[in-house]
């Protein structure tokens, strides 16, 4: 893993938003993940690396009320819980924080494993830059 | 290892500037189907409105029927359909939407795009000096 450490936002260190890039390998296929730290919140983009889509878009939260964790799909198909929603739920639950998730890769029973797991391991790795 | 790298600038621009005085958060990038901007001086996103232009951009349609035409005597915006695809669905915001796209380099986008904007006093000062800001953004 390489690492380029150079930071490219500016106004209140407090309150600027916090993006980043990375690129996941499974197998021979690159995937490019997109991340934006907001206050409260993270948006998170998913997708093949050539061409990068947008085609599906998620949220996530959780309520303040009972703690339990609501999600939609506010982009793309809605007849059933999209892997943007799966992982926007996943990821609210596991942080505790609102998350935005645009999944835009096609995979299959093979490789959306692998890629899940690699994108936890990577969101592991890189925690600062999600949450 | 499976990460092969990762920057610390996510997107073709993500920028901090004041508008009206106010901090304001503004992150722009094109993807290969769509353009996704989001404006906002609330800190998170404040809703995320779909943006579909009615006549294909760049087809050879005269710029009588396309649109934007800025002139004092005869105006005409560019036909857009707007869809609210989350956060509340509000006149003033479409209205702003409209205003940028009739205003700045965001009708140049070859298919639609996705915007968050929220602004807490939006009015027509406020959004010229977004579309200002817009115009450098969107290269």
């Known amino acids: ?36 730290k907001m206050n409260g919140a993270t948006m998170m983009f998913l997708g093949s690396a050539e061409p990068e889509c947008l085609d599906e878009m998620a949220v996530a939260m959780q309520m303040p009320q009972d703690g339990q964790i609501i999600g939609t799909t506010i982009l793309g ?22 998350f935005f998730v645009s999944f835009n890769a096609q995979v299959d029973r093979m490789t959306a494993p692998l890629l899940e797991k690699q994108l936890n391991e990577y969101m592991r790795n890189n925690k600062d830059l999600f949450v | 290892m499976c990460i092969s790298s990762v920057k610390t600038n996510g997107f073709n621009k993500q920028l901090s500037c004041k508008i009206n005085g106010v901090e304001t958060e503004i ?48 105006h005409m915006s560019v036909p857009i359909t707007i869809t609210c695809n989350f956060g509340a669905d509000r006149d003033e915001t479409r209205s702003g939407v409209q205003f940028l796209v009739n ?5 140049n986008c070859p298919h639609e795009f996705m915007i968050g904007l929220g602004i807490k006093e939006l009015n027509g000062e406020t959004l010229h000096e977004i579309a200002k800001v817009l115009d450098e953004v969107i290269a």
């Not at chain 2, 009615?54 to 800025?70: E, M, S």
């Open chain 2, 27 to 74: 992150v722009f990038h094109a993807f290969a189907n769509k353009w996704f901007l989001l404006i906002t001086q609330y800190g998170r996103v404040p809703n995320m409105y779909s943006v579909q232009f009615d006549l294909k951009r760049n087809d050879g349609a005269p710029l009588a029927v396309q649109g934007p035409i800025n002139h004092p005597q005869f």
């Open chain 1, 1 to 36: 893993m390489t690492e380029e450490n150079s930071t490219d936002h500016c106004g209140d260190a407090n309150k600027a938003f916090t993006s980043s890039q990375g690129q996941l390998l499974v197998g021979d296929k690159k995937y490019t993940v997109r991340s934006l």
């Open chain 2, 103 to 107: 205003r700045s380099k965001l009708n």
């Open chain 1, 77 to 98: 198909a809605q007849s059933s819980i999209t892997d943007s929603q799966r992982l926007a739920e996943q990821f609210t639950r596991r942080y505790g924080r609102q």
